[in-house]
């Protein structure tokens, strides 16, 4: 069972279950850590160990030889994505949780990488951008890889899953023995 929710009583619920928190990619790390906390306080007042390995995020990830490649190859897609996200409230989200003041009818792709929306560039650059992430939300077991823009094709997008595939594990293998020990100082939390 997993839950996507902001309510701090089916936060607790699925902490005491043990079902599985999924964030949207959306989410700041501020705003993961408070449900972390309360999810993880649930879960160990119904006698749950390593609550954390239950979360679940989404972050949206391109590699690239670098983060202006990164960039350039998404802009044109993004910003036709813009014009309907905005429609939909995407920029109050944004704002909401990341205490930001963007203007929707002015924001840009470029203000929403800046912003750290996005995860752009080379893989250690990448790799680093989520240790940080996973530092200030306090800790996750699952990392989904969200990504394809409406106006990018399959193969234009498939050059960035290839480096994840090639480049990014090895990245990510030099954290992990670091994230796992962090794991363990948050499960104290």
Same mark, same amino acid.
């Given at each position: 069972?997993?839950?996507?929710?902001?309510? =701090?009583?089916?936060?607790?619920?699925?902490?005491?279950?043990?079902?599985?928190?999924?964030?949207?990619?959306? =989410?700041?790390?501020?705003?993961?850590?408070?449900?972390?906390?309360?999810?993880?306080?649930?879960?160990?007042?119904?006698?749950?160990?390593?609550?954390?390995?239950?979360?679940?995020?989404?972050?949206?990830?391109?590699?690239?030889?670098?983060?202006? =490649?990164?960039?350039?190859?998404?802009?044109?897609?993004?910003?036709?994505?813009?014009?309907?996200?905005?429609?939909?409230?995407?920029?109050?989200?944004?704002?909401?949780?990341?205490?930001?003041?963007?203007?929707? %009818?002015?924001?840009?792709?470029?203000?929403?990488?800046?912003?750290?929306?996005?995860?752009?560039?080379?893989?250690?650059?990448?790799?680093?951008?989520?240790?940080?992430?996973?530092?200030? %939300?306090?800790?996750?077991?699952?990392?989904?890889?969200?990504?394809?823009?409406?106006?990018?094709?399959?193969?234009?997008?498939?050059?960035?899953?290839?480096?994840?595939?090639?480049?990014?594990?090895?990245?990510?293998?030099?954290?992990?023995?670091?994230?796992?020990?962090? =794991?363990?100082?948050?499960?104290?939390?």
């Amino acid at each position: 069972m997993a839950t996507a929710t902001d309510t =701090e009583a089916m936060i607790e619920l699925a902490g005491a279950r043990g079902y599985t928190l999924l964030s949207a990619q959306i =989410e700041s790390a501020g705003s993961i850590r408070k449900k972390a906390d309360r999810y993880a306080r649930a879960a160990k007042a119904a006698g749950r160990t390593m609550p954390l390995s239950n979360l679940t995020v989404a972050r949206y990830i391109y590699l690239a030889d670098s983060r202006r =490649e990164a960039m350039d190859d998404l802009r044109p897609a993004f910003t036709y994505e813009l014009g309907y996200q905005k429609k939909r409230g995407f920029i109050r989200l944004i704002n909401a949780s990341y205490g930001l003041s963007l203007v929707e %009818s002015e924001v840009t792709f470029d203000q929403l990488a800046e912003a750290g929306i996005y995860y752009l560039g080379d893989p250690d650059t990448v790799a680093r951008q989520l240790r940080e992430f996973y530092d200030a %939300s306090g800790g996750f077991g699952t990392l989904l890889r969200t990504g394809r823009p409406a106006r990018k094709s399959f193969v234009q997008c498939g050059c960035s899953w290839n480096r994840w595939r090639r480049n990014f594990a090895a990245s990510c293998r030099r954290a992990i023995r670091t994230w796992s020990r962090r =794991e363990g100082e948050a499960e104290e939390r």
